[in-house]
């Protein structure tokens, strides 16, 4: 009854801008542009807040490219993407009265959304000095909190919290058709979107080697001649899907995988939406930025594979097409055992 209270208040808030007093249902937008990965990351912001306010209508706006994610999320009403010029969009997305923006996002492009949809905002804080401070000073100001829980943070003044439930990824039905795997493999996501995020060919087909069971190389277009190049130097056992399926059929693999192999890159997060054991290797990031494998209340293992100690790292809260030191030790010293022994265990 008193969530009741604080909702009804804050619904009569979020009408205030309005012209004329309004009866219709709350009804949200939620902004994130891209990527895979950071779009996985939202959806428990999606799902609570439909759980959680009575009857909302929850709108998501992203890139065309990235829509697919959120097709099949059955929290959602509607999916927006910037399939026209900004202020276009922004005017179209205007007569829908929306009761408040939820921008996940927080650039300029965003910005200028929530200055023509003119209804209250709830934005996220990116973390931007703290994040620079670590990359150039080392000095540590970031908080112990994961992406998810800040993300969570921007929508708790309209009374809704963090089920704990984790992330989420809704397959259509029936699943997306996959060649002919093996009933037991690992699945390993070779790719990564900037170069020091990715061991190179020759670590990865040495993990590959040491692996005692059958793996499924899964990556884009851009992996397939290193995932030829890695099946290759490893061996029979290894399976080369990279360039060869969607992102649905790459989720489906991962569904079906004994345990998931991966770099810091969009699979890791549908992988522990799927409630998959996870090993992540990470290179030029680090776990603290807050964008590790999301758990929330569950179980399933995340293990973080990372070389302590190294005075260079981070060296970019995002990633550089080639180690700026040019020895690139955070990959090159990454314990192939070590790794082995994670998956296996």
């Known amino acids: 009854a008193q969530k009741a209270k604080v909702w009804l208040n804050l619904f009569y808030l979020l009408n205030s801008h309005k012209q004329t007093h309004t009866t219709t249902l709350p009804k949200f937008l939620i902004i994130r542009f891209s990527s895979i990965g950071d779009i996985v990351l939202t959806t428990p912001v999606i799902r609570c807040l439909k759980q959680q306010v009575p009857q909302a209508e929850v709108h998501f706006l992203t890139k065309p490219e990235y829509a697919g994610l959120l097709q099949h999320n059955p929290y959602l009403t509607a999916i927006h993407t910037l399939d026209k010029p900004l202020l276009t969009k922004a005017r179209e997305l205007n007569k829908e009265g929306f009761d408040a923006v939820i921008d996940l996002h927080h650039n300029l492009r965003s910005r200028m959304i929530k200055t023509i949809i003119q209804a209250p905002a709830f934005t996220f804080h990116k973390l931007n000095i703290e994040k620079w401070l670590m990359v150039n000073l080392h000095m540590n100001k970031l908080p112990n909190l994961h992406v998810v829980d800040r993300y969570m943070q921007t929508v708790q003044s309209l009374g809704v919290v963090n089920d704990g439930q984790g992330l989420d990824y809704f397959f259509n039905t029936p699943m997306p058709q996959l060649p002919p795997l093996p009933p037991t493999y690992i699945a390993f996501a070779i790719g990564a979107q900037h170069g020091t995020k990715r061991m190179p060919n020759e670590k990865i087909a040495a993990v590959c080697r040491n692996l005692p069971m059958p793996v499924v190389l899964l990556g884009g277009k851009t992996d397939e001649s290193n995932g030829e190049l890695i099946a290759r130097q490893a ?22 995988a004994h345990k998931v192999l991966t770099h810091d890159t969009g699979l890791m997060h549908i992988a522990a939406a799927l409630k998959k054991d996870v090993v992540a290797i990470w290179g030029n990031t680090i776990p603290e930025f807050g964008m590790s494998a999301y758990r929330g209340k569950h179980t399933f293992r995340v293990t973080n594979m990372q070389v302590a100690g190294l005075a260079c790292r981070p060296c970019s809260k995002i990633g550089h097409s080639q180690c700026p030191k040019t020895h690139f030790n955070c990959m090159q010293q990454q314990n192939i055992s070590a790794i082995c022994e994670a998956v296996m265990e």
């Open 235 to 256: 061996g029979g056992h290894v399976i080369n899907c990279c360039g060869k399926l969607s992102l649905k059929q790459s989720a489906a693999v991962l569904q079906g």
